[in-house]
Structures are given as structure tokens and as C-alpha cells.
């Protein structure tokens, strides 16, 4: 099975950019991984941010985007809010399955 | 306004069995390709598989720790999801989640399943 690498941990300071990244042990990721990212606080589900590599659903704050970058999927996080400490999650399909990553718990401070 | 509500979950033996449901409303639940997500505690996401629509085959893929144990079931008529988890082991002890793919983006809540004897 393969296996989808994230950054465990990242730190921004509040207003500042972050790219996190999803990786896949198969090689370069492309769209056709149909990249989706979820967002998710303590104590609460995973909500959806980003599906299929850069669209984003309504609830999606601007500030969030993805896309595909030196072979990796990418989330980037421009003008970061302290609302937006939480783990992030990737995932990525193959053909009949679909498989996380580990999750980046991100930090603002 | 979408939503999903699973239930289902409690306290099972060791190679028990357990149906989880998750509800759906406010969107076309007989179109949407639908999916199961765990989460075993103070651990990241685990995808468990999917159903697709009948349109689209009604066809199912699983996660290999689970394929041949689980199986993913819908009623449209309904507009509920199913998990049938049998052969229950100590490591599918989780919070699972349903959810839709693509543009819809939608999750449960959740329900707790432990397995222990």
C-alpha cells in the first residue's frame, strides 16, 4: 500500500504564510490523486477544505489554497488567523483506495 | 442545510459484529458517492471505504485491513449509509465518520466503536 508523508508539525506566526505538503511514496503526485485536504480541531470532526487538488467549498476561508508543487500536493495558508491552529490532513487516491497522511499539526504563534 | 448523523457505535466483544447507519439529509443522498473514515483514538485519519452511486455502479472498494470483515451498504429509499463491521478486532476501535466526496464535502459527527473484552 502506499504511503502518504506529511510534515508532522509546523509552526506560523500570526499573519504569516505556510505551505503544507503531501507526499506520496509512489512518486510525484498529480491531479489525477484527486488531492483532498481536511482541517480538523480537538474535540471536533473533519471538515473539508480543499477537494481535488485546488477547489475549495463555500465554507473555505480565502486565506486557504491548493495546489500542486515540485511533485507534491500543497496547502498553503496565506495571513495566518489563530482560529487556524488545528491538524491537517491529506489525502490521496489509487486505484481502488484511498489513503491519509499522517496529519501536520500546525501552530500559530 | 447538509447533514449526516451516524449511530450505531458502542461496546463489542472481540470478534463481534456492529452495523453503524449514518443519515442523511439536505442534498441528493442517491447521487453522492459516500465514504467511511475512522479515527482510533489520539491517532490520524484511517480511510475505511466507499460506496459509490447507483448511477455510477453502486460498486464498493475497502482499506485492506478491513476488506472481507466490513461491508458498505446503501438505501437510497432511505437516504442512509450502513457499515456492517464483523470480526471485530481490539484495533478497530475508533470514532467513525461518514462523509461525501467531491463538491459536497460533507461529515458526521461521528459514533464511537470499541472493541474489548
Known amino acids: 500500500q502506499a504511503v502518504v508523508t506529511q510534515e508532522p508539525s509546523l509552526t506560523v506566526s500570526p499573519g504569516g504564510t505556510v505551505t503544507l505538503t503531501c507526499g506520496s511514496s509512489t512518486g510525484a503526485v498529480t491531479s489525477g490523486h484527486f488531492p483532498y485536504w481536511f482541517q480538523q480541531k480537538p474535540g471536533q470532526a473533519p471538515r473539508t477544505l480543499i477537494y481535488?487538488?485546488?477547489n475549495k467549498h463555500s465554507w473555505t476561508p480565502a486565506r486557504f489554497s491548493g495546489s500542486l508543487l515540485g511533485g507534491k500536493a500543497s496547502l498553503t495558508l496565506s495571513g495566518a488567523q489563530p482560529e487556524d491552529e488545528a491538524e491537517y490532513f491529506c489525502?490521496?487516491?489509487?486505484?481502488?483506495?484511498?489513503?491519509f497522511g499522517g496529519g501536520t499539526k500546525l501552530t500559530v504563534l | 442545510e447538509a447533514q449526516l448523523v451516524e449511530s450505531g457505535g458502542g461496546l463489542v466483544e472481540p470478534g463481534g459484529s456492529l452495523r453503524l447507519s449514518c443519515a442523511a439529509s439536505g442534498f441528493t443522498f442517491s447521487d453522492a458517492l459516500m465514504t467511511w473514515v475512522r479515527q482510533a483514538p489520539g491517532k490520524g485519519l484511517e480511510w475505511v471505504g466507499r460506496i459509490r452511486s447507483k448511477t455510477d455502479g453502486g460498486t464498493t472498494d475497502y482499506a485492506a485491513p478491513v476488506k472481507g470483515r466490513y461491508t458498505i451498504s446503501r438505501d437510497d429509499s432511505k437516504n442512509t449509509l450502513y457499515l456492517q463491521m464483523n470480526s471485530l478486532k481490539t484495533e478497530d476501535t475508533a470514532m467513525y465518520y461518514c462523509?461525501?466526496?467531491?463538491?459536497?464535502?460533507?461529515w458526521g459527527q461521528g459514533t464511537l466503536v470499541t472493541v474489548s473484552s
Open positions: 481535488e487538488t485546488y
Open positions: 462523509t461525501t466526496g467531491g463538491s459536497r464535502g460533507y
Open positions: 489525502i490521496l487516491s489509487y486505484s481502488g483506495a484511498r489513503v
